[in-house]
C-alpha cells in the first residue's frame, strides 16, 4: 500500500447561477472578512453617498425606488443562492444588507454625521434583531433573508429621522 497515495478531493458539482451570486454577494462583497454585512453597508453608503448628488432634488424618491429594486431582484437571488449552497441564511448572501442600509439612508442628508449614524443604526438593529424581527428570518427562503434586514433599515429610518426631528442630528 502505497502512504503517500491519498484519496481524490471532492470536486463541487453544484450548479451555480451566475446572476444570483453576483446579486446575493453583492459582487463579491459578502466575500470579505470580518464581518460581510458590515462591508455590503459601509459599500452602500459610499455608493450612495457618490451617486445621491446626481438625483438632486428627489433623492428619496430615489433611495425609495433603489430600496424596492433591490429588495425585489435580492429575494430570488437570495434564494437561488441559498438553495445552491445549502444553507438556509448563507452569510455571504449581503444583498439583505444593501436593501436595508439603502431603507435607513431614505431622507438621510448626504453630511457625515447622518450618514454614519445611518449606517451604525442600521448595523446595530441588524445585529440584535429586536421584536419582531428575528421572527422575519423564519418566513422561507428569500424572503425571510431579506425581510429582517429590510425591518432593521425601518427602525433605523425611523431612529435616524426623529434624531433629526429633534435636533440630535443634522
Same mark, same amino acid.
Given at each position: 500500500m502505497n502512504e503517500t497515495a491519498s484519496a481524490p478531493e471532492p470536486v463541487a458539482v453544484a450548479h451555480k447561477t451566475v446572476w444570483a451570486w453576483l446579486i446575493g454577494t453583492f459582487f463579491g462583497i459578502g466575500r470579505l472578512k470580518p464581518g460581510p454585512g458590515t462591508w455590503a453597508s459601509v459599500a452602500t453608503v459610499g455608493l450612495w453617498r457618490a451617486f445621491a448628488p446626481f438625483a438632486s432634488g428627489f433623492q428619496v424618491h430615489a433611495a425609495i425606488a433603489a430600496a424596492v429594486f433591490v429588495t425585489a431582484i435580492g429575494i430570488p437571488a437570495s434564494t437561488r443562492v441559498a438553495r445552491e449552497s445549502g444553507r438556509k441564511d448563507p452569510g455571504f448572501v449581503? %444583498?439583505?444588507? *444593501? #436593501?436595508?442600509? /439603502?431603507i435607513a439612508l431614505i431622507g438621510v442628508p448626504l453630511g457625515? =454625521?447622518?450618514?454614519? #449614524?445611518? /449606517? %451604525? /443604526? +442600521?448595523?446595530? +438593529?441588524? %445585529? *440584535? =434583531?429586536?421584536?419582531?424581527l428575528r421572527r422575519l428570518e423564519q418566513v422561507p427562503e428569500g424572503a425571510g433573508i431579506m425581510l429582517d434586514d429590510v425591518g432593521a433599515g425601518l427602525y433605523a429610518l425611523a431612529v435616524v429621522q426623529g434624531l433629526r426631528h429633534f435636533g440630535l442630528l443634522p
Open positions: 449581503v %444583498i439583505d444588507e *444593501v #436593501a436595508g442600509q /439603502l457625515w =454625521k447622518t450618514l454614519l #449614524a445611518s /449606517l %451604525i /443604526l +442600521f448595523r446595530v +438593529f441588524d %445585529i *440584535v =434583531k429586536p421584536p419582531p
